[in-house]
């Protein structure tokens, strides 16, 4: 049977806990679609997918669902699960199935088991092709095999729509092709999928997207590559407003200035003309309070109009800055990396854990390295000997330039401390008023500064980690990254890319995501695997 919908809100408000509005009258209908969810972190996507699958209620409005819906986020998954299937949620029905293969069925589990007569064979299917086992144990699993795990379930289940919350975070290549599949598979079933991502390969995969403005939503009708181009034209909407707000600023500047001369010489010619009719002293002086009352609100007429015109020129530079979102390094000799000079050797290196093949590898000049491979490699743990933080099993590495390593974490950063507070106590005499200025060049406006990082987005702590890292004692003149766009949202993510292309001194990169290293200008490339290594040529 076909259902007109499988979702649909109406008229929906949203309150947070502390009464703070933050949707107001959504209608949305989701069908047997795939429809891509964007947005800034904070801005409500896993709120609303939370809305569609019904784990939270609305405010005020109501919600229809027309089928069953299942939602996956980033952290599902039982941890106290006692096998695969069960972390899956598809236990009862696998069960069911394997009692009534053995004539041992209960009453129940026909209904348990509904329509989904080849949900093993679909469940083992699915298991090979994400490269896990039934008998592993849950406990064991990394953070993307628990997340494979969840999806796998939610591809078996018996919904009709899925809500998939950044599903491709944690996930290796070869586990993000298998994802694309999957998703490529349930939309030709004739199901629906609201897909919450900030993944440019994902969402170029969509019908339509979707964008959380809080309190509404905006629509765009069709995938990243539709997106893109709207966005391109509201650039070019918001530069057009910028250019007419200064054109109009300096015209009625001038008809302000020209008003202001006329009214003096007319004052001057009254004055004078007053004098020499030999008017009385008092008549004389009700001309001139006269004459100072209206030049009083003249100016004062003036003044309100100068400060409009004021005010919308710096409204449409902040939409044009919004809109381009553009950060970058301040230009400053000390992290520049001469062509010849050496900037990393790897010597017969093997780790702790990880490839067992001894790495051999070497750079001169300002290098820009992806590191990259499947999950449990060794990727985080190369980029920590790097850094030095951990030694390697055998071998050496020399690394003749200071490095700054960013973990996923961002340790670097104290996140109870005002962010100034922090420049300030580690670029040793810098000067506020300079640091203002690299830290506006980087993104990070002034009512930011005081705050301290926690109550900053990610991205924004991400640039401001990369900035300390170049200003700090000594400068870093090479950054090691480890999935620094994990957890951004896309215009974080653009933002961080724009910011590390013009970043001039040696960039190494751990990613999965083959978007973001495609941005970065990249001149050598190495790809584990957990028996070895090669090195390749980077991708365009």
Same mark, same amino acid.
């Given at each position: 049977?076909?259902?007109?919908?499988?979702?649909?809100?109406?008229?929906?408000?949203?309150?947070?806990?502390?009464?703070?509005?933050?949707?107001?009258?959504?209608?949305?209908?989701?069908?047997?679609?795939?429809?891509?969810?964007?947005?800034?972190?904070?801005?409500?996507?896993?709120?609303?997918?939370?809305?569609?699958?019904?784990?939270?209620?609305?405010?005020?409005?109501?919600?229809?669902?027309?089928?069953?819906?299942?939602?996956?986020?980033?952290?599902?998954?039982?941890?106290?699960?006692?096998?695969?299937?069960?972390?899956?949620?598809?236990?009862?029905?696998?069960?069911?199935?394997?009692?009534?293969?053995?004539?041992?069925?209960?009453?129940?589990?026909?209904?348990?088991?509904?329509?989904?007569?080849?949900?093993?064979?679909?469940?083992?299917?699915?298991?090979?092709?994400?490269?896990?086992?039934?008998?592993?144990?849950?406990?064991?699993?990394?953070?993307?095999?628990?997340?494979?795990?969840?999806?796998?379930?939610?591809?078996?289940?018996?919904?009709?729509?899925?809500?998939?919350?950044?599903?491709?975070?944690?996930?290796?290549?070869?586990?993000?092709?298998?994802?694309?599949?999957?998703?490529?598979?349930?939309?030709?079933?004739?199901?629906?999928?609201?897909?919450?991502?900030?993944?440019?390969?994902? &969402?170029?995969?969509?019908?339509?997207?979707?964008?959380?403005?809080?309190?509404?939503?905006?629509?765009?009708?069709?995938?990243?590559?539709?997106?893109?181009?709207?966005?391109?034209?509201?650039?070019?909407?918001?530069?057009?407003?910028?250019?007419?707000?200064?054109?109009?600023?300096?015209?009625?500047?001038?008809?302000?200035?020209?008003?202001?001369?006329?009214?003096?010489?007319?004052?001057?010619?009254?004055?004078?003309?007053?004098?020499?009719?030999?008017?009385?002293? &008092?008549?004389?002086?009700?001309?001139?309070?006269?004459?100072?009352?209206?030049?009083?609100?003249?100016?004062?007429?003036?003044?309100?109009?100068?400060?409009?015109?004021?005010?919308?020129?710096?409204?449409?530079?902040?939409?044009?800055?919004?809109?381009?979102?553009?950060?970058?390094?301040?230009?400053?000799?000390?992290?520049?990396?001469?062509?010849?000079?050496?900037?990393?050797?790897?010597?017969?290196?093997?780790?702790?854990?990880?490839?067992?093949?001894?790495?051999?590898?070497?750079?001169?000049?300002?290098?820009?390295?992806?590191?990259?491979?499947?999950?449990?490699?060794?990727?985080?743990?190369?980029?920590?000997?790097?850094?030095?933080?951990?030694?390697?099993?055998?071998?050496?590495?020399?690394?003749?330039?200071?490095?700054?390593?960013?973990?996923?974490?961002?340790?670097?950063?104290?996140?109870?401390?005002?962010?100034?507070?922090?420049?300030?106590?580690?670029?040793?005499?810098?000067?506020?008023?300079?640091?203002?200025?690299?830290?506006?060049?980087?993104?990070?406006?002034?009512?930011? &500064?005081?705050?301290?990082?926690?109550?900053?987005?990610?991205?924004?702590?991400?640039?401001?980690?990369?900035?300390?890292?170049?200003?700090?004692?000594?400068?870093?003149?090479?950054?090691?990254?480890?999935?620094?766009?994990?957890?951004?949202?896309?215009?974080?993510?653009?933002?961080?890319?724009?910011?590390?292309?013009?970043?001039?001194?040696?960039?190494?990169?751990?990613?999965?995501?083959?978007?973001?290293?495609?941005?970065?200008?990249?001149?050598?490339?190495?790809? &584990?695997?957990?028996?070895?290594?090669?090195?390749?040529?980077?991708?365009?």
């Amino acid at each position: 049977m076909a259902y007109p919908f499988l979702a649909a809100l109406h008229g929906v408000d949203y309150l947070l806990p502390d009464g703070t509005p933050l949707f107001t009258g959504l209608n949305e209908t989701i069908g047997a679609e795939t429809v891509g969810v964007i947005g800034h972190n904070g801005s409500g996507k896993s709120t609303f997918g939370k809305l569609v699958s019904g784990e939270l209620a609305p405010t005020r409005g109501r919600i229809e669902r027309a089928r069953p819906v299942v939602r996956v986020s980033q952290d599902s998954g039982s941890v106290g699960a006692r096998s695969l299937a069960e972390l899956a949620g598809l236990h009862a029905p696998l069960a069911a199935l394997r009692r009534l293969a053995q004539g041992e069925a209960l009453p129940e589990d026909f209904d348990t088991i509904g329509e989904r007569w080849d949900i093993e064979a679909r469940w083992l299917a699915l298991l090979e092709r994400a490269e896990l086992n039934e008998s592993m144990a849950p406990a064991s699993l990394s953070g993307g095999q628990r997340m494979l795990l969840c999806l796998a379930g939610a591809f078996s289940s018996d919904a009709e729509l899925l809500v998939l919350d950044e599903p491709s975070n944690h996930l290796d290549s070869a586990h993000r092709a298998w994802l694309l599949g999957e998703i490529s598979r349930w939309r030709d079933s004739g199901r629906g999928l609201l897909l919450i991502t900030h993944d440019r390969a994902l &969402l170029n995969n969509v019908d339509r997207t979707i964008e959380t403005r809080a309190p509404l939503l905006k629509r765009y009708g069709g995938g990243w590559s539709v997106v893109q181009a709207q966005r391109g034209d509201e650039v070019e909407a918001a530069n057009a407003r910028l250019e007419r707000a200064k054109t109009e600023r300096s015209r009625e500047q001038q008809t302000l200035r020209e008003q202001a001369e006329r009214a003096a010489r007319r004052n001057a010619r009254g004055a004078r003309d007053a004098k020499s009719a030999n008017q009385a002293k &008092l008549l004389l002086g009700l001309r001139e309070d006269r004459a100072e009352q209206t030049n009083g609100a003249r100016a004062m007429r003036h003044a309100r109009r100068q400060q409009d015109l004021q005010d919308e020129v710096a409204q449409a530079f902040g939409a044009l800055a919004g809109a381009l979102q553009r950060p970058e390094f301040p230009e400053l000799d000390d992290v520049l990396v001469p062509q010849g000079q050496e900037a990393l050797v790897l010597d017969e290196v093997r780790a702790p854990w990880g490839w067992s093949a001894p790495l051999t590898w070497s750079a001169r000049g300002p290098v820009r390295l992806a590191i990259t491979g499947p999950n449990g490699c060794g990727k985080s743990t190369l980029l920590r000997m790097i850094a030095g933080e951990l030694a390697p099993a055998s071998g050496a590495i020399r690394r003749p330039l200071h490095c700054a390593l960013l973990d996923q974490s961002l340790r670097m950063l104290d996140q109870h401390a005002p962010l100034l507070e922090q420049f300030e106590r580690r670029t040793h005499g810098l000067g506020e008023g300079r640091l203002r200025q690299h830290l506006a060049k980087a993104g990070l406006s002034a009512d930011r &500064l005081r705050q301290p990082c926690h109550a900053l987005s990610g991205g924004e702590q991400m640039r401001a980690a990369l900035l300390l890292a170049m200003l700090g004692q000594p400068p870093a003149r090479m950054l090691l990254l480890d999935e620094p766009s994990n957890h951004l949202d896309l215009a974080a993510t653009e933002a961080l890319e724009h910011m590390l292309r013009s970043w001039t001194g040696a960039l190494v990169v751990v990613s999965h995501d083959e978007s973001f290293l495609a941005k970065l200008d990249l001149t050598h490339r190495l790809e &584990l695997t957990r028996e070895g290594w090669r090195a390749v040529q980077p991708r365009t």
